[in-house]
């Protein structure tokens, strides 16, 4: 990978509330969805080695913009704003609903999105809903399951299970074991990435 990508080249380029604010090239990008909380930001700083490149918290809510990053001049990540959030009225619910939408359905530079889900709880109603989401409009989808540090090994097979059942995951879309942690699925997730570039 560090053939093909200076990870420590890396940046946040700019955040965006609509279109008229997206980045205006040809870069590829893939975009991190998924709960809030879920580990979207630690994710992105677990990839680009960075210990607070992309914002994390223990405030959930807190993204609330899309936060385009650009990795060497040749990929970009976007951040965007999780999901699920009690405490998130439903204006905002609506603005953030309308401000996703818009991105997913018509960015032609989006590659791939990597949808994160919790790997210790079954996926939420709204896990569902975006997996069926990007199933329908035909974009390709990474599921990254999150914060494996805390599942003992022996139930990772079954929370495996129960994850796919749950989403009635498609068997040709990938699915990586991840820890921001101790790194799981580091190289996995890399090598799912640059398959979508
Ligand atoms: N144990 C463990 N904790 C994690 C992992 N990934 C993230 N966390 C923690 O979970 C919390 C939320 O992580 P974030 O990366 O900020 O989550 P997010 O999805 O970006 O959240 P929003 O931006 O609010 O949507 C932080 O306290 C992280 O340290 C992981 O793999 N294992
Ligand atoms: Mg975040």
Redesign the pocket.
Known sequence: MSEILNTHNASLLLSAANKSHYPQDDLPEVALA?R????????INTLLGRKNLAR???K????QLLNFYNIDDKLRFV?V??YGYAKVSKADRAKWGKMIEEYLTSRDNLRAVVS?VDFRHDPSADDVQMYDFLKYYDIPVILVA?????VPRGKWNKHEAAVKKKLNFDKLDQFII????DRTGLDASWDAILECL
């Open positions: 998924g809030s909380n879920v580990g979207k930001s630690s994710f994390t918290s223990g959930p809510g807190k993204t951040d704003p999780g994160l999150t914060k494996a540090d805390k991840f820890s921001s942690v």
